[in-house]
């Protein structure tokens, strides 16, 4: 009986020491406030990624520990993008296009979230702002790296005023 126990645990043990274990981040993502992100769009044009989230969303504490801390999502948002992470409960008044966004006590969130979003609140969201004055693109829900590459790889190479994402995931392999 011990024999057959110890063959099990044995055998538990090493399939266990043989799964794929997920590889450590070797950064973190360096997040700017917006201000600090619309004071870089003055000297270089590039799309801002916001990621909206809120303290008690478990998912987004989940994109924030496997998407966003994979290191060629880091690489390739700090290198395209202005990267913002954005309470969207912040009680702070923020300041976009020379306007104020406060906190909505009816809807317990910052003015700016429903702004970003349209009024559609769900968290994480995903919002790129690209140059050139187009307006915000929500993207909401949880990401993993495989599914976040085409889009911001469709904002970052600057096809999104030339084709459709439609047309452009089409012919796009994933390499995240």
């Keep these: 009986m011990q024999k057959l126990m110890l063959a099990t645990v044995s055998a538990w043990l ?3 020491s ?3 274990k997920p590889v450590p981040a070797k950064g973190k993502l360096n997040w700017m406030s917006l201000a600090e992100a619309r004071a870089g769009m003055q000297t270089e044009k590039r799309p801002i990624l916001i990621d909206l ?3 008690w969303c478990s ?3 989940v994109m924030e520990k496997s998407t966003y801390s ?3 999502v880091i690489a390739y948002i700090e290198q395209k993008f202005y990267p913002v992470r954005l309470d969207a409960e912040t009680r ?3 300041v976009w296009e020379n306007r104020s966004y406060a906190y909505d006590k009816s809807n317990h969130t910052n003015g700016i979230a429903l702004y970003l979003t349209g009024g559609q ?3 994480p969201t995903t919002v790129i702002i690209p140059p050139g004055g ?4 929500a993207i909401p829900g949880y990401l993993k790296p495989a599914e976040l590459e085409p889009i911001v790889k469709y904002f970052g190479e600057g096809r999104y005023n030339k084709e459709s994402f439609d047309s452009w995931q089409k012919n796009f392999k994933t390499s995240w």
Excluded: H, I, M
């Excluded at 187009?134 to 693109?137: A, E, F, I, L, T």
């Design 134 to 137: 187009s307006g915000p693109q």
């Design 92 to 94: 702070e008044t923020l």
């Design 59 to 61: 998912w987004c504490r």
């Design 53 to 55: 989230y809120t303290d």
């Design 70 to 72: 994979n290191d060629k």
């Design 18 to 20: 043989c799964a794929e």
């Design 14 to 16: 090493f399939a266990f």
């Design 121 to 123: 609140l769900v968290y």
